[in-house]
């Protein structure tokens, strides 16, 4: 995604050598740019918050991004925190030599995930019968679908969402959460609603015990969003019963997670 994204902007010439390249970001997207930055000589400056997890931030200088923190009050995401950011990423947008890819209405988010869709038909054995995916910024979910649903209409595919920040399914957006990368204020520009069968809200501990789980019984670690993947997915194929292909996606590594309380 984050190559697919940066590829576009040099084709398009919105990115020059040596030129800087700015983003709001949890720490996955940056994470990702940041890598591709060090590759292509390009410098990198995101935006982030404490609300995030400290391994998150670390692993965005561990490859040279300049990390800007937005406080969040106690370390708690809230979509004020994270409407902070977008003001503040739009503010250094406007700095000559810079590019924003804008990962949230960026076609080029979703274009890099047809590949991942393409491979998730690759290794199933049969069709898939429902795609359950946390809508952050929107890509990974709309790009899967996308590819999904052109080789077999009826894949069902269910989006994820904070049980208390219901941006997708048009609920409150009022209140916090834990579940990191996705819960903004808004439904994201990219984010193929037309796609979208059905959406699981997932509360915090539900997210928790899915992580846990996955660790200590399948030996996979993932975060807490993760968590909250494999907790709807579980879910969903409760629902459809047995002999259905339920496919989900561990979104990052549990080793970002090691100093809160996930994993305690």
């Known amino acids: 995604m984050a190559l697919s994204m940066i590829e576009g902007a040099e084709r398009r010439g919105d990115l020059k050598p040596g030129g800087r390249i700015v983003e709001y970001t949890g720490g996955s997207t940056g994470s990702s740019l940041a890598m591709v930055c060090a590759t292509r000589g390009y410098r990198a400056h995101f935006v982030s918050s404490n609300g995030f997890s400290e391994e998150k931030l670390q692993t965005m200088r561990a490859y040279g991004a300049e990390v ?140 928790f015990w899915g992580a846990q789980s996955l660790a200590r019984q399948e030996g996979l670690l993932g975060g807490v969003t993760s968590g909250a993947n494999v907790w709807a997915a579980l879910q969903k194929a409760k629902e459809l019963g047995p002999g259905k292909s339920v496919v989900t996606v561990i979104v990052d590594t549990g080793l970002r997670y090691l100093n809160n309380n996930l994993y305690r």
């Open 68 to 207: 800007e923190i937005v406080h969040a009050e106690g370390g708690v995401l809230t979509a004020d925190v994270i409407n902070r950011m977008i003001a503040r990423a739009k503010e250094l947008a406007c700095e000559p030599g810079t590019f924003w890819p804008d990962q949230v209405n960026n076609l080029d988010n979703k274009m890099g995930y047809h590949r991942m869709a393409q491979e998730i038909l690759g290794q199933i054995d049969g069709e898939v019968d429902a795609f359950v995916m946390a809508a952050g910024g929107g890509g990974c979910i709309s790009g899967n679908a996308e590819v999904l649903k052109a080789r077999n209409p009826g894949t069902e595919i269910v989006a994820v969402e904070p049980y208390h920040v219901r941006n997708v399914s048009g609920g409150d957006t009022s209140g916090s959460h834990k579940l990191e990368g996705i819960g903004l204020s808004f439904v994201p520009k990219i984010l193929r609603r037309d796609l979208i069968d059905a959406v699981i809200p997932v509360k915090d501990e539900d997210a």
